[in-house]
């Protein structure tokens, strides 16, 4: 196989695409646009018909933004022109017209917009489908209604401009484009590339001003339009208020609906007439919803930025409570402290409820592209084969301990090893009373592994001195992956052998019966090896199994035999001598244990008892590191 050609570590979904492929493709999805399956959209994805525009083109969403602006113009001007007659036929009227044209170019374009299919999430591109769905659909005729200039229709047709209500309240339909800005705000909420807080933020404070302007506006046109203008609440203040400026009645009006919608109520502006009574109450009801709304938005936007805070309080204070209650010691109790403290503080870093979501492969893909190298560069792993290697890292989970933290107690059982990514680790061991450091492993390095290899209680305490990071494989896990590759199998054993003639003298000594322990190893590999099946023996057992025969469930326990621990004395008795026992593995037969004994003890036995007293007739009922008393 030539370089050009290697393997790369990471699987193919994983490195089909590169990084800006990747950022159009959260663009798409942001966008509450879904590709079909199997694709990716971006600029060169799909081939549309001539004269057909995709509606993730960035050229047409910015056309979308440009348009939310005139929408904004439109939400202030649509209540501000029917309050004020003179703004309506006066200067706004140009700006109201370029504005209706650029609306109106734009129901034209959407005539070539392909549009989403939602039952098959395609984009279809028929330029009739396109129009016959535009066209039936009640988008069409409100488009076109909020857009014609009917005031200016009206006097091509009459000749004359009519100054009449009529065209003020038709000028309103123009607030139908406001779904544009609720569209924009949907698609911003989703957008990672926004901040979510800010977008409902300002979503909340642009539907206050609305409300605050199209209430102050109304409220003048009720005035404007009562029969006596001095008995209107701004006649009161204002004597012939309609003939003064427009800003001053504009002024009025906006400090009356601020006033009234934070319900200060000074009094100095109030109803006066019954009509603007009556506004005032439906105005005060909408203002019990509005304030509501915006309330709860705030305080959940708040509260929703707090969470983890809390939690991490409430977390500290069980823990405190818990230790005062049994009474730990105040090392146990800062360890604790600490270990939950940094829960919450690398709680960013690690994620496991996103991860959690994700595909298999993706998580698989994000293991391999964090940890792939310090697996790899492991004495216990070097040489194994890029398979091998991939099973192992996916499997395995990431962690952080603070400083002064035991991840692996002496004497505790084997379950699983860890790899140092970062940090420093003591190996200590329990002496006189007191912990007695032993040596220190860093980065790339093994701990709890002489347990799970020897399936032996651990020998060492392994305590962090500063912050570190490690990744974990269960015993499990372990031997379930290496089974199948054996060639993998003799590498792992023979780098963890090496590495146990290599170790430090007093580290051997800490380790029971490590003579013993190597040979064993070293025999059970020799035996694998002389019993690994040919190909055609698997295969013949792949057939006999589908025919019907089940596979035998103890073959694992068969490659992999039971070990023990035999005494030659009663449970009761302590021998000088014998205070550790032997470790063996378990033979087929109790006569064949018998023999075993007599040439480990130099005596030969007749009953075989627990370590409780109870008497062994099957070796069957026998577990892992059983303790046996043979005499």
């Not at 595909?359 to 790899?376: E, T």
């Not at 170790?503 to 800490?510: A, P, S, V």
Request: glycine share 6%; charged share 20%.
């Amino acid at each position: 196989m030539s370089g050009s050609e290697t393997r790369s570590p990471f699987p193919f979904p994983f490195r089909r695409r590169s990084s800006g492929d990747v950022t159009k493709n959260l663009a798409s999805v942001s966008s509450s646009l879904l590709p079909a399956f199997g694709t990716v959209v971006d600029d060169g994805y799909l081939h549309l018909k001539k004269y057909v525009i995709a509606p993730y083109d960035r050229r047409y969403r910015w056309w979308q933004t440009f348009l939310v602006v005139l929408v904004v113009y439109s939400a202030w001007a649509s209540p501000f022109e029917l309050a004020f007659k003179k703004a309506a036929t006066g200067a706004l009227l140009p700006v109201d017209l370029v504005v209706d044209a650029f609306f109106a170019a734009d129901i034209v374009l959407t005539f070539f917009v392909a549009y989403l299919d939602t039952s098959t999430y395609l984009l279809v591109d028929d330029h009739k489908k396109i129009a016959a769905r535009y066209i039936t659909r009640l988008l069409f005729p409100m488009d076109v209604a909020s857009t014609l200039p009917f005031q200016i229709i009206y006097r091509i047709i009459t000749g004359e401009m009519h100054e009449g209500e009529t065209f003020g309240f038709l000028n309103l339909l123009r607030l139908w484009r406001l779904r544009r800005v609720a569209e924009l705000y949907k698609r911003l909420e989703k957008d990672t590339r926004f901040s979510y807080f800010y977008t409902r933020l300002i979503k909340l404070i642009s539907v206050t001003l609305f409300a605050v302007h199209s209430a102050g506006c109304f409220y003048y046109w009720l005035a404007a339009h009562h029969k006596t203008s001095g008995n209107t609440w701004i006649g009161v203040q204002v004597k012939d208020f309609k003939h003064r400026s427009i800003w001053l009645g504009y002024t009025y009006s906006i400090y009356w609906s601020i006033v009234t919608l934070s319900t200060v109520g000074y009094g100095d502006l109030h109803a006066v007439n019954t009509g603007e009574k009556i506004f005032n109450m439906f105005y005060m009801l909408f203002n019990i919803g509005l304030t509501a709304y915006i309330i709860g938005n705030m305080t959940n936007l708040i509260v929703h930025a707090a969470v983890r805070t809390f939690a991490m309080r409430n977390a500290i204070n069980q823990i405190l409570r818990y230790a005062s209650k049994n009474r730990l010691p105040e090392g146990l109790k800062e360890q604790m402290l600490a270990h939950m403290q940094l829960k919450f503080k690398t709680a960013e870093l690690q994620q496991e409820e996103v991860l959690e979501d994700l595909p298999k492969a993706i998580r698989s893909s994000i293991a391999l592209h964090l940890f792939r190298d310090v697996v790899a560069s492991t004495y216990l792993f070097k040489g194994v084969s890029e398979d091998l290697l991939t099973q192992l890292v996916t499997e395995m989970k990431a962690e952080y301990f603070p400083p002064k933290v035991e991840i692996i107690l002496q004497n505790e059982i084997p379950t699983e090893f860890y790899i140092l990514v970062s940090g420093t680790l003591d190996v200590l061991v329990y002496k006189n009373g007191t912990d007695q450091v032993l040596s220190k492993i860093g980065p790339s390095d093994v701990a709890g592994e002489i347990g799970v290899v020897f399936n032996i209680p651990q020998p060492f305490t392994m305590r962090t001195k500063r912050l570190s990071q490690v990744i974990r494989l269960s015993h499990h896990h372990l031997k379930q992956m290496v089974q199948p590759h054996s060639e993998d199998g003799k590498t792992i054993i023979s780098n963890f052998t090496q590495y146990m003639k290599d170790l430090k003298q007093e580290m051997q000594q800490e380790i029971p019966s490590l003579k013993e322990l190597l040979g064993d190893t070293t025999v059970e590999q020799a035996t694998a090896n002389e019993e690994l099946p040919s190909s055609d023996a698997v295969n013949s057992q792949r057939e006999t199994n589908l025919e019907g025969t089940p596979e035998d469930s103890t073959s694992l326990a068969s490659k992999y035999p039971t070990r023990v621990i035999i005494h030659g004395h009663h449970p009761n008795e302590s021998p000088t001598g014998d205070t550790n026992g032997k470790l063996i593995h378990l033979p087929d037969s109790i006569e064949d244990l018998f023999n075993v004994a007599e040439k480990k003890f130099g005596k030969r036995g007749n009953k075989i008892l627990m370590e409780d007293g109870s008497e062994v007739e099957e070796l069957d009922a026998l577990r892992e590191n059983d303790r046996l008393f043979i005499f």
